[in-house]
T-cell receptor
């Protein structure tokens, strides 16, 4: 069984401020973790993923996330928010076997960037 | 560019009138998924195909069916749409192996029911 909890369905930051979107997961097997971004009326786009190896993962658009097993967390950060970062962000976990990955998505965090 | 394409982007149908949404991919991925996403909610997996093997989620209504005639195409059929079926429908693909591969999404079809 696996689940994802995203704390804060809405987050507002000022342009240039730090972005921190929180994600905690539970998984009965070693997890694969993903962050996706969704702009209005578009599909989801992969920002970054953690599978194995280095726990600090860098993604597109200046985002990064750190896998912390002891805290079962995979928070997404960006040092300086841009207006173009306004979107909805989904954390996801998978741990499927047999070559198929069943993905569980969090409820999403809508990021607002204030000029 | 390799991609996942959904048609149409917007679909309006009448209550109870069958509708088909389509998805095509140029990624040559084994797995194709259909998700339903309602406003401000996470995508909800309806079913997926692993090659030709169809896998239905336990809570997917019988009203929803799918076809995958070949590797590139997958269709979502809603036999008798109700007002509650108005949503964004997302198609996604992924490689089957290894299991840590991310999913690639189309831009979705927004379905409205009159």
């Amino acid at each position: 069984a696996q689940s994802v909890t995203q704390l804060g369905s809405h987050v507002s930051v000022s342009e240039g401020a730090l972005v921190l979107l929180r994600c905690n997961y539970s998984s009965s097997v070693p997890p694969y973790l993903f962050w996706y971004v969704q702009y209005p009326n578009q599909g989801l786009q992969l920002l970054l993923k953690y599978t194995t190896g280095a726990t600090l993962v860098k993604g597109i658009n200046g985002f990064e996330a750190e896998f912390k097993k002891s805290e079962t967390s995979f928070h997404l950060t960006k040092p300086s928010a841009h207006m173009s970062d306004a979107a909805e962000y989904f954390c996801a976990v998978s741990g499927g076997s047999g070559g198929y990955q069943k993905v569980t998505f969090g409820i999403g965090t809508k990021l607002q960037v204030i000029p | 560019d390799a991609m996942v394409i959904q048609n149409p982007r917007y679909q309006v149908t009448q209550f109870g009138k069958p509708v088909t949404l389509s998805c095509s991919q140029t990624l040559n991925h084994n797995v194709m998924y259909w998700y339903q996403q309602k406003s401000s909610q996470a995508p909800k997996l309806l079913f997926h195909y692993y090659d030709k093997d169809f896998n239905n989620e336990a809570d997917t209504p019988d009203n929803f069916q799918s076809r995958r005639p070949n590797t590139s195409f997958c269709f979502l059929d809603i036999r008798s749409p109700g007002l509650g079926d108005a949503a964004m429908y997302l198609c996604a693909t992924s490689r089957g192996q290894p299991s840590n591969q991310p999913q690639h999404f189309g831009d979705g079809t927004r379905l409205s029911i009159l």
